[in-house]
């Protein structure tokens, strides 16, 4: 059960992990304490996480919208169960429609592809919840009613979005009410958006893919040259998907398939395997320099082979295939190196986790991409469009080259862990876009491999791969760390505190013998809530 943590707490830091019976950590204090309100009415750790991922849409719009895509995995105290709720390419996205251009439009209707987030809620309260969906909805339209205080990241956030995207249709509208971005402490009111939100929990989504709502987004769409279709809504389904898993450290660890980039961390953590790295100390460069290589590895694969799992020209399973990460691993020299894609057998983000005292875990994240996504808003309603189409190639003769019908490469991606006798241990996940992946890693690195408490690895400092031999890591890193692994051969950027948000933001809960003990990433707003 993995009770052998380390509470000490070696990173600076404001927080200590919370523990308790029932608990929801995500990066904004409102959405975790409206998490534990339902689980406080009798809800479940699904419901908790329904109520809170609504409300986030509220509070922190500058990671996720009412128009995100989502993904869940679900310990429901018997099976583990992934959840895919990611849109597709509108039927009209062919090579032909993109002639000209050089790649993927990165903002406007261009950018969109069909949302999932709001069927994300629906089909895990219909699959799992305990409460009415319309209770779940309450908090994020009462905040969204009668305003809410913007926290000082998401103020800064947002400042940074309204400079890019104060001309992409309906944004200024909803979101710069006063001609500009709000400051910390100022008051937000989203009227729109709370209409939008009951009239989901009214028909429990149907009026946003088949009636009211889908009618104000395909006109919007189709008003400012979007080829989306009210078929393209009307088809969306999710997928009830099997995990993708490791060993690790004596435990296991689980993430979805692709189209998401979860495979990358299973297969980093499998080449730390066959290397046998755990004995130096964590942030030591003997450590640190072979972690850097196997990421790199393992990241080389992910940018090659991944697309929508429909679309796979290898199989997930041959990418982790034991035999083939010790290959890969074998790569790992004394020196930097800047490795090529492997041929294994043809064949802004939110995220928050949530337990409760059953012993259900839902680790859940939704997202709307780069920072406010496309930037679009519909008009009256306040759904905020995701830009996920960015994450197609034009490359024809790619993997992940955009198609009809089609997920794009996604960065979100909820992590789990399980312990080898098939206990549940760990929910966990770290919003940060490209940062995802590396950051799954570090986290499973440092607490299954170093015990270190969860509160302890979210503090922990982090690196980053760019490019090459290119490697960014936070200043509070060692700088004797830093020279080592420069006389290897990265090269490494330390970015000053400003460039916080490049690490991502990680929550985590972990299961032990008498209850949850959970962390919140710093780098955030957040908070564990729990009793």
């Not at 990671?63 to 989502?70: E, N, V």
């Not at 926290?151 to 710069?176: N, S, V, Y």
Request: glycine share 12%.
């Amino acid at each position: 059960m993995f009770d052998d943590l380390d509470y000490s707490q070696p990173y600076a830091s404001a927080r200590s992990p919370v523990m308790g019976n029932n608990m929801v950590a995500c990066s904004q204090p409102l959405a975790a304490q409206a998490g534990l309100d339902m689980l406080r009415q009798g809800g479940n750790a699904v419901d908790a996480a329904i109520a809170a991922a609504m409300v986030l849409t509220v509070v922190e719009p500058t990671g996720c919208g009412i128009g995100s895509d989502a993904f869940a995995i679900v310990w429901d105290g018997k099976t583990l169960q992934g959840l895919n709720a990611s849109g597709r390419s509108p039927q009209a996205w062919t090579a032909e429609h993109f002639a000209g251009q050089q790649e993927m439009p990165q903002r406007g209707w261009a950018s969109v592809t069909v949302p999932g987030a709001v069927s994300a809620w629906v089909a895990l309260s219909e699959r799992y919840g305990k409460l009415p969906f319309a209770t779940l909805a309450a908090p994020a339209i009462g905040y969204a009613r009668n305003g809410y205080q913007v926290t000082p990241i998401i103020a800064e956030l947002w400042r940074r979005g309204a400079g890019l995207l104060k001309d992409q249709p309906g944004f200024a509208e909803c979101f710069l009410q006063s001609g500009k971005a709000p400051k910390a402490g100022e008051k937000v009111m989203l009227k729109d958006h709370a209409k939008t939100l009951e009239l989901i929990a009214d028909t429990k989504g149907e009026a946003f893919y088949r009636g009211e709502l889908a009618q104000a987004m395909i006109s919007h769409a189709n008003a400012n040259g979007s080829v989306m279709s009210l078929e393209d809504l009307a088809n969306h389904q999710v997928d009830w998907i099997d995990t993708l898993s490791v060993p690790y450290a004596g435990a296991v660890v689980h993430e979805l398939p692709p189209n998401g980039q979860g495979i990358a961390t299973l297969a980093g953590l499998g080449i730390l395997e066959a290397l046998g790295v755990g004995e130096q100390p964590v942030n030591s460069v003997e450590t640190v320099h072979p972690v850097l290589e196997a990421m790199k590895l393992a990241l080389a694969d992910l940018n090659q082979h991944v697309t929508d799992n429909d679309h796979m020209r290898v199989a997930a399973e041959h990418m982790l295939d034991p035999a083939y990460l010790r290959d890969r691993a074998a790569l790992v020299g004394e020196q930097a190196q800047d490795p090529l894609h492997g041929a294994p057998k043809a064949g802004g983000t939110v995220y928050l986790s949530a337990a409760d005292e059953s012993g259900m875990m839902v680790s859940f994240i939704q997202s709307n991409y780069m920072g406010f996504g496309s930037g679009v808003v519909v008009p009256g309603t306040g759904i905020s469009l995701q830009n996920r189409g960015a994450g197609f190639t034009l490359d024809p003769d790619h993997v992940n080259t955009v198609a009809p019908g089609k997920r794009p490469f996604h960065t979100i991606i909820p992590g789990f862990v399980m312990n080898a006798d098939g206990t549940p241990l760990m929910s966990f996940g770290l919003m940060g876009g490209p940062m995802q992946a590396q950051g799954h890693l570090q986290m499973m690195l440092r607490i299954l491999r170093y015990k270190q408490n969860p509160q302890a690895a979210a503090d922990a400092p982090r690196w980053r791969i760019e490019s090459g031999l290119k490697v960014a890591v936070e200043r509070s890193f060692d700088p004797q760390v830093i020279e080592a692994l420069r006389a290897k051969g990265h090269d490494v950027e330390v970015e000053d505190p400003s460039g916080v948000f490049a690490f991502g933001g990680a929550q985590i809960i972990q299961r032990t013998a008498h209850g949850y003990v959970g962390g919140t990433d710093p780098r955030k707003d957040g908070l564990v809530a729990a009793y």
